[in-house]
């Protein structure tokens, strides 16, 4: 059974990565607008990942007999200044999201509670990524700067991302 501080810290969290997903996808629709298909699909995917970060905690709760409560989800942005503006906020917004893991791996450490601190070892290993990712992205933006045919091929090899399950759910039902 779950503590219940640690339940809420978890719905809480279902919470953030549902808004996290709601971001994602207007960034997508924001890149379609301004001819970026490739980035569009590189934050597609992303939609698809928080997705998938929400159902591992959903599917987590209900298998320490908890109960998950959705909260609405608040309204995400929907503009950017260009494609960088874009991804410094996803490299902002991905920090965020580490600092939440961080403290619900810290709750978990105050309440000796190891089952949740092991499922929650997969969300610090994924925001090591996120970061990394993002930042790479905007390294490259920057080197980039106005040179149109490097937006070109930035955007083509963003576009040949793929979506992939989260390994937590390969043995699930979604």
Wanted: net charge negative; aromatic share 10%.
């Amino acid at each position: 059974m779950l503590n219940e501080r640690i339940e809420q810290a978890l719905n809480e969290q279902i919470n953030e990565e549902m808004w996290s997903a709601y971001l994602y996808l207007s960034m997508a629709a924001y890149c379609h607008h301004i001819g970026q298909p490739g980035m569009a699909s590189w934050f597609e995917v992303q939609f698809k990942e928080e997705q998938d970060h929400a159902k591992i905690l959903f599917n987590y709760i209900n298998q320490r007999n908890g109960r998950v409560e959705l909260k609405p989800v608040n309204a995400v942005p929907t503009e950017w200044k260009d494609v960088l503006d874009v991804y410094e906020a996803t490299l902002k917004h991905e920090q965020h999201i580490t600092s939440l893991i961080n403290k619900l791996y810290a709750l978990t450490h105050e309440a000796n509670d190891f089952a949740t601190q092991s499922m929650l070892k997969w969300f610090v290993d994924e925001q090591v990524e996120e970061e990394e990712n993002a930042q790479t992205i905007i390294d490259n933006l920057r080197m980039i700067k106005d040179n149109g045919y490097g937006l070109y091929m930035l955007d083509k090899e963003l576009g040949a991302r793929t979506y992939t399950q989260a390994a937590p759910l390969a043995n699930s039902t979604l």
